[in-house]
C-alpha cells in the first residue's frame, strides 16, 4: 500500500513542469532558454504544487538583477499570477527594493495595488522599510497611499506614524499630482 501512495508523490516531481521551476531557482539560464523556447510551450506560467509560485515569482523574490525577470516578461510570463499567500512578482520585487525588475513588471501591465493574505500592498511594503526610491516609483505609477492592509492602516497612515518629512513630502507630491489629473469619462463631451 505504501509503494502505490509513494508512486504518484514522487512522479510528480519528475515532470516537465517542476523540471522548468528547479532550472529557474538553479538560475540554468541555458535549460530555462531550452524549455521556454520549445514550441507550444505553457511552461512560462506553470506553478509550484506546493507553494503556488511561478517562474516570475521564484526570480522577483531574488536579490538578482530584473534580467531574468524581463526574460521571463518577454517570453510570456504573466506578472499578476499569485502564490497561495497572495502574494505576486510586484510585491517581491518592491520588497527587495528591485527598481528595474519593479519598472519591468509595471511595464508589462503589473497590477500596483495588489494585496497579499495580510492584505500589504507594494507601497506599504515599501513604506515600512523606508524605501524612498521605491516608494517614489510606485507613487509616480499610481500607487494607492489610502490602500487598508488587514490591520486598516494604509501607506498614508504609516507614513504619519513615521514622521519621516521626506516620506510625507513624496506623499504629498503624489497627492499633488493627483489633483491635477483630470478624470476621464465615457462618451461624448457636451
Same mark, same amino acid.
Given at each position: 500500500?505504501?509503494?502505490?501512495?509513494?508512486?504518484?508523490?514522487?512522479?510528480?516531481?519528475?515532470?516537465?513542469?517542476h523540471?522548468?521551476?528547479?532550472?529557474?531557482?538553479?538560475e540554468?539560464?541555458?535549460?530555462?532558454?531550452?524549455?521556454?523556447?520549445?514550441?507550444?510551450?505553457?511552461?512560462?506560467?506553470?506553478r509550484?504544487?506546493v507553494?503556488?509560485?511561478?517562474?516570475?515569482? =521564484?526570480? /522577483?523574490?531574488?536579490?538578482?538583477?530584473?534580467?531574468? #525577470? &524581463?526574460? %521571463? @516578461?518577454? +517570453? *510570456? $510570463?504573466? !506578472?499578476n499570477?499569485?502564490?497561495?499567500?497572495?502574494?505576486?512578482?510586484?510585491?517581491?520585487?518592491?520588497?527587495?527594493?528591485?527598481?528595474d525588475?519593479?519598472?519591468?513588471?509595471?511595464?508589462?501591465?503589473a497590477?500596483?495595488?495588489e494585496?497579499?493574505?495580510?492584505?500589504?500592498?507594494?507601497? =506599504?511594503s /515599501?513604506?515600512?522599510?523606508?524605501?524612498?526610491?521605491? #516608494? &517614489?516609483? %510606485? @507613487?509616480? +505609477? *499610481? $500607487?494607492? !497611499?489610502?490602500?487598508?492592509?488587514?490591520s486598516?492602516?494604509?501607506?498614508?497612515?504609516?507614513?504619519e506614524?513615521?514622521?519621516?518629512?521626506?516620506?510625507?513630502?513624496?506623499?504629498?507630491?503624489?497627492?499633488?499630482?493627483?489633483?491635477?489629473?483630470?478624470?476621464?469619462?465615457?462618451?461624448?463631451?457636451?
Open positions: 500500500m505504501v509503494s502505490a501512495l509513494a508512486a504518484p508523490a514522487s512522479a510528480q516531481f519528475n515532470t516537465e513542469s523540471e522548468f521551476l528547479e532550472a529557474v531557482r538553479d540554468d539560464g541555458t535549460l530555462v532558454t531550452k524549455f521556454v523556447q520549445q514550441p507550444g510551450n505553457t511552461l512560462i506560467n506553470t509550484d504544487l507553494t503556488g509560485d511561478t517562474a516570475l515569482i =521564484i526570480v /522577483a523574490g531574488r536579490d538578482s538583477n530584473a534580467q531574468w #525577470i &524581463k526574460f %521571463l @516578461l518577454q +517570453n *510570456g $510570463a504573466n !506578472p499570477l499569485a502564490n497561495k499567500k497572495g502574494v505576486t512578482p510586484l510585491m517581491l520585487a518592491a520588497a527587495k527594493g528591485n527598481v525588475g519593479v519598472e519591468a513588471l509595471l511595464k508589462a501591465g497590477r500596483i495595488d494585496q497579499d493574505s495580510l492584505g500589504e500592498t507594494p507601497l =506599504i /515599501a513604506t515600512h522599510r523606508r524605501d524612498f526610491a521605491m #516608494i &517614489k516609483l %510606485l @507613487l509616480s +505609477n *499610481g $500607487a494607492d !497611499p489610502d490602500r487598508n492592509d488587514n486598516g492602516r494604509s501607506a498614508r497612515d504609516y507614513i506614524i513615521m514622521a519621516d518629512r521626506r516620506l510625507t513630502a513624496e506623499l504629498e507630491a503624489a497627492d499633488e499630482k493627483r489633483k491635477g489629473q483630470t478624470a476621464s469619462t465615457y462618451g461624448p463631451g457636451l
